[in-house]
């Protein structure tokens, strides 16, 4: 029997932090390229590491070796890109929802009881998770839902 086909790891340039971001969202394992990271650093990270490295620079592609290791985006907009992401490079935006930091892209973990008291009165009964780097606490409270809702959008369009 083959394993199921390992998810991506990706590697987000510097202009796309907002995908960045809503990649983490969706669960997935997404870097962010430092500011002024040069190309050539970029692409050899992305290597080192076997991440797809995801820009809309052309220029990147003229790099010697940037085949398979880089993907294109032509598209302008959060939701132009999202599908344009789930074609080329089979992003489910359903994947596992709010499993990683949105901030440091390590897996959450599930919260001590103590975090109860720090988060509002009204969502104290979830089950809370943390993360192990910076430790905020995360909880279904209305970003999380309407950044929800945004992924299963995106899920069921293509
Ligand atoms: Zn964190």
Request: overall charge positive.
């Amino acid at each position: 029997m083959e394993a199921a086909p390992q998810p991506p790891k990706l590697l987000c340039d510097e202009m796309l932090k907002g995908l960045c971001r809503w990649l983490r969202a969706a669960g997935y394992d997404a870097e962010q390229a430092g500011n002024g990271e040069r190309d050539r650093d970029l692409l050899a990270r992305a290597r080192a590491t076997g991440r797809v490295l995801i820009t809309r620079d052309r220029k990147l592609q003229e790099h010697r070796g940037a085949d398979g290791t880089l993907c294109f985006l032509e598209c302008n907009g959060l939701d132009h890109c999202a599908r344009e992401l789930s074609r080329k490079l089979g992003i489910k935006w359903h994947y596992r929802p709010f499993s990683r930091c949105l901030i440091c892209n390590v897996p959450l973990q599930p919260a001590a009881a103590e975090a109860a008291t720090t988060v509002p009165a009204d969502v104290r009964d979830q089950p809370l998770l943390r993360c192990p780097r910076c430790g905020r606490i995360y909880w279904e409270g209305g970003h999380v839902r309407r950044m929800r809702e945004k992924l299963r959008h995106w899920a069921a369009t293509r």
